[in-house]
T-cell receptor, first 116, second 112 residues
Framework: DAMVIQNPRYQVTQFGKPVTLSCSQTLNHNVMYWYQQKSSQAPKLLFHYYDKDFNNEADTPDNFQSRRPNTSFCFLDIRSPGLGDAAMYLC???????????????FGQGTRLTVV | GESVGLHLPTLSVQEGDNSIINCAYSNSASDYFIWYKQESGKGPQFIIDIRSNMDKRQGQRVTVLLNKTVKHLSLQIAATQPGDSAVYFCAENGDQGGKLIFGQGTELSVKP
């Protein structure tokens, strides 16, 4: 059974038209991540939530925003998609205990975004 | 800044041989490392992990070695099979806040 679910699997959006990608999890993990992955490249961390605390990477464009209304759901909003934003977007979750440290992250199957 | 990188972008091996995939990391404060396997069109899949208080950990057909002195991580796959063909990434948790950074990746190709 899928534990990290991303919808949709494929998304086509128009240049400049706002788009939202969604992620849900059944693991009750406290950390959720969004990554951007382009062809033949490693996943690039955009931001992550540690509980309700939002952590933005310094090089993540302002065009990318995120919301986490509750533990189970996290959204990636792209305010004005450009052609360069076409990529696979991966959501992941993990359980992190500050004293004990980190644990493995579980990934969804990704949403492949096409910008036309 | 923090970075995790790989020495070899591609690796081709014969079925049945052992494979070794390498990774270098730069954040000496990192205390947790993970190897992921990613097949085409899918999300990364956990293979094995290791904490910084260990230098070796074994799983089924896989072994991860950690050398903190030179900040080097390796993944060894025994008796490589065609189903092992994929891209392999190392990832690094550099802080207690859960931040997870990926290395460059190595594409493993297994010849029958």
């Amino acid at each position: 059974d899928a534990m990290v679910i991303q919808n949709p699997r494929y998304q086509v959006t128009q240049f400049g038209k706002p788009v939202t990608l969604s992620c849900s999890q059944t693991l009750n993990h406290n950390v959720m991540y969004w990554y951007q992955q382009k062809s033949s490249q490693a996943p690039k961390l955009l931001f992550h939530y540690y509980d309700k605390d939002f952590n933005n990477e310094a090089d993540t464009p302002d065009n990318f925003q995120s919301r986490r209304p509750n533990t189970s759901f996290c959204f990636l909003d792209i305010r004005s998609p450009g052609l360069g934003d076409a990529a696979m977007y991966l959501c992941a979750t993990s359980r992190v205990i500050r004293v004990g440290g980190n644990t493995e992250a579980f990934f969804g199957q990704g949403t492949r975004l096409t910008v036309v | 800044g923090e970075s995790v990188g790989l020495h070899l972008p591609t690796l081709s091996v014969q079925e049945g041989d052992n494979s070794i995939i390498n990774c270098a990391y730069s954040n000496s404060a990192s205390d947790y490392f993970i190897w992921y396997k990613q097949e085409s069109g899918k999300g990364p899949q956990f293979i094995i992990d290791i904490r910084s208080n260990m230098d070796k950990r074994q799983g089924q057909r896989v072994t991860v070695l950690l050398n903190k002195t030179v900040k080097h991580l390796s993944l060894q796959i025994a008796a490589t099979q065609p189903g092992d063909s994929a891209v392999y990434f190392c990832a690094e948790n550099g802080d207690q806040g859960g931040k997870l950074i990926f290395g460059q990746g190595t594409e493993l190709s297994v010849k029958p």
